[in-house]
């Protein structure tokens, strides 16, 4: 494949850090890429994902799914020659342990709270 065919990304985490860019083929699965950024994950970070599936991978709005390729996702490939892609990446919080009988009352499925659009 030639290099123009690549689709150069980095991966912006929540704390404004980035993975890589990277130069991928088109016909990369998600799946690929949130394995690539659990490989590549800084080991410093605390609460760091587990498996592809604690990771969600955002462009332009949309969360990519795992099945999909880059291009099924449909990314602006070719709309910046030479530019690199940032998608972002959230993960998601740790679920609680399931052998604790004891709910705290910090915990959060304890608290709640609301929002109000004016």
Not at 77 to 96: E, W, Y
Request: aromatic share 2%; net charge positive.
């Amino acid at each position: 494949m030639a290099s123009e065919d690549l689709i150069e990304l980095k991966f912006r985490l929540a704390d404004g850090t980035d993975i890589g860019p990277t130069k991928y083929s088109p016909a990369t699965t998600v799946a690929s890429l949130k394995e690539k950024i659990l490989a590549q994950w800084p080991k410093e970070k605390e609460n760091g994902p587990k498996t592809i599936n604690d990771v969600k991978l955002i462009n332009a709005g949309k969360i990519l799914e795992n099945n999909r390729t880059i291009a099924e996702s449909r990314l602006p490939v070719g709309g910046l020659p030479g530019g690199v892609i940032t998608m972002h990446v959230v993960v998601r919080a740790p679920l609680p342990d399931k052998n604790s009988d004891k709910v705290h009352k910090d915990s959060p499925s304890t608290m709640c709270c609301s929002c109000s659009i004016l």
